[in-house]
C-alpha cells in the first residue's frame, strides 16, 4: 500500500509559478504510475498529467501543455508538479494518485489518492 501527501499549495498571483510535490511512503515507489489531478470547486476532477514509474514518459492534458512539468524522483519517493504561467483558471484542489502500472497511464483509475493541496490564483 502506498500512503501520498501533497505539498506545495498555497495562493498566488497570475502569472506566478508553484511547485506541488507528492511525498510517497513505502518502498515501491518506483513501480507505480503516478498522475496528478485537479478539482475545482462545482466541477468534475480531471486529470492535470502523469508520468511512467521510470519518470521517461509523461502525458499532459491540454490546459497543462506548455505551462506544467510533471517529474519525479524515485530515491527521493517524490513526485512534483512545476507550474509556471498560473492562471484564475487554475484554482483548484490538487491531487497526486498513484496506480500500480509501471507504463504511463492517463486514465482515471488510481488505486491510490493523496489528501489534496489547495491552489489558488489571483487575477
Known amino acids: 500500500q502506498v500512503q501520498l501527501v501533497e505539498s506545495g499549495g498555497g495562493l498566488v498571483q497570475a502569472g506566478g509559478s508553484l511547485r506541488l510535490s507528492c511525498a510517497a511512503s513505502?518502498?515501491?515507489?518506483?513501480?507505480?504510475?503516478m498522475g496528478w489531478f485537479r478539482q475545482a470547486p462545482a466541477k468534475e476532477r480531471k486529470m492535470v498529467a502523469a508520468i511512467d514509474s521510470s519518470g521517461l514518459r509523461t502525458y499532459y492534458a491540454d490546459s497543462a501543455k506548455g505551462r506544467f512539468t510533471i517529474s519525479r524522483d524515485n530515491a527521493k519517493n517524490t513526485m512534483y508538479l512545476q507550474m509556471n504561467s498560473l492562471k484564475p483558471e487554475d484554482t483548484a484542489v490538487y491531487y497526486c494518485?498513484?496506480?500500480?502500472?509501471?507504463?504511463?497511464?492517463?486514465?482515471?483509475?488510481?488505486?491510490?489518492w493523496g489528501q489534496g493541496t489547495q491552489v489558488t490564483v489571483s487575477s
Open positions: 513505502g518502498r515501491t515507489f518506483g513501480s507505480y504510475a
Open positions: 494518485a498513484a496506480r500500480r502500472v509501471l507504463e504511463l497511464y492517463a486514465g482515471e483509475e488510481y488505486d491510490y
